[in-house]
């Protein structure tokens, strides 16, 4: 990096172009005003942080209480823990990994007001979280947060805590395998009577049975459990053997496939053993879960065979009512149309009606005005004729006018 990269304007701490408040992903100083060898060496412990997250070496603390993809110091996990001391130094909670839910950030201190500030910090501080406490009334709000524990979930409040420092000695965790075998016993003759899984379950006995041969010219031959260890190399080659099984047989990626089923069921198997050389608690626990995996997929089987037949019934029943809805239609579609046809003839009677009252009308109309054109010229010439009779046209009209 050169010292073009940061030739560009500086905000001087306090002037005038600087901000009031940092948030915590803005820079306050250039990049450039770190020393070279002490940015070299942060450098240097980000390149070693993030190539040992892919690494097989382990944490040196538990693993249990950290996060291992965000220990960088600019991850969630850090802002997280690291927000109330940000925000607030007199009101801070001390971390505490016992508590399942963390609270909102507290309250935000508010800097005094002054004739600089009065507008500008209120637009700042509007959208600030107020705080917030539990249901729990040992938090609330104070002083008191820095030393007062986190709350637990509200559903683990009444919940015995796990204590790993306790051990079970050699009587106990023989008692404790012998009632997990005979829960995983019960709960598999349960599941095997629930899903009528008795005609095609078999037992690792009644499979061991099956490993039995005969060849003509060296006779019977019997495959059965190595006792033998095994080693990193043996795992290879476990795992090579599969890979070409899966080629050499053709088996589908995806899907169902009953070939690629045959051959995880028996690396399962040669898992099992295995791992029950090392550790025979394991081993008792990946049997009872490949007998469980079992049963299920024997459930499933089942549930589709039922299923198909119920499909098929729904289906006939289905089909029975198809004749019956079908002439259901046929007839509400010639009532449908009936219905158009006498909509369209009273219709056209409608129109024919109203045409020939308007006709009607119309003439009429034209009958009154003629009339009332006739009367009112016959009044007009019967005026004219009284004007032209001089006196005696006086008193004809007033006897007229009298004897009306």
Not at 58 to 73: E, L
Not at 341 to 370: C, D, G, H, M, P
Not at 392 to 402: E, F, K, L, P, R
Request: with cysteine.
């Amino acid at each position: 990096m050169t010292a073009k990269n940061f030739m560009h304007a500086k905000k001087r701490i306090g002037g005038k172009d600087a901000p009031i408040n940092y948030s915590t992903e803005e820079r306050v100083f250039c990049p450039g005003d770190t020393a070279p060898d002490k940015a070299a060496a942060k450098m240097e412990i980000k390149e070693m942080l993030r190539s040992r997250i892919l690494s097989a070496e382990k944490p040196q603390w538990n693993t249990s209480t950290s996060n291992w993809d965000n220990m960088q110091m600019n991850g969630k996990c850090y802002k997280r823990t690291n927000v109330n001391a940000e925000r607030n130094r007199s009101n801070m909670f001390v971390y505490n990994y016992r508590a399942e839910k963390l609270p909102k950030k507290n309250l935000t201190i508010k800097p005094k007001s002054n004739r600089f500030n009065t507008g500008i910090l209120e637009v700042a501080l509007k959208d600030e979280y107020m705080g917030e406490a539990f249901d729990d009334n040992r938090v609330v709000h104070g002083v008191l947060k820095r030393t007062e524990e986190l709350p637990n979930h509200p559903a683990l409040r009444d919940v015995t805590p796990w204590n790993q420092s306790v051990e079970l000695t050699q009587n106990a965790r023989k008692d404790h395998f012998a009632s997990l075998e005979s829960a995983r016993q019960s709960n598999s003759d349960k599941w095997r009577r629930k899903v009528g899984a008795n005609d095609n379950y078999k037992s690792p006995e009644q499979l061991s049975k099956e490993l039995m041969w005969a060849e003509e010219n060296s006779g019977y031959w019997l495959r059965y459990a190595s006792s033998v260890p095994s080693t990193r190399f043996d795992v290879l080659k476990l795992q090579e053997s599969l890979d070409a099984k899966l080629l050499q047989r053709q088996a589908r990626e995806s899907g169902i496939c009953p070939v690629r089923e045959d051959l995880y069921s028996q690396t399962f198997d040669e898992l099992i053993r295995e791992v029950t050389l090392n550790s025979p608690e394991r081993g008792l626990l990946l049997l009872r879960v490949r007998d469980e995996l079992r049963l299920t997929t024997d459930a499933y089987k089942t549930l589709y065979d039922s299923s198909l037949t119920f499909g098929v019934r729904k289906q006939l029943q289905a089909e029975d009512g198809v004749g019956d809805l079908a002439e259901q239609i046929t007839g509400l579609q010639r009532d449908k149309e009936e219905s158009e046809s006498k909509v369209t003839e009273l219709t056209n009677k409608l129109e024919v009606i109203e045409k020939r009252a308007a006709e009607r009308r119309a003439l009429q109309e034209k009958k009154f005005k003629e009339e009332l054109d006739f009367l009112k010229y016959q009044g007009q010439h019967l005026d004219a004729f009284l004007k032209s009779a001089g006196g005696g046209s006086t008193s004809i009209s007033a006897s007229m006018n009298g004897s009306k």
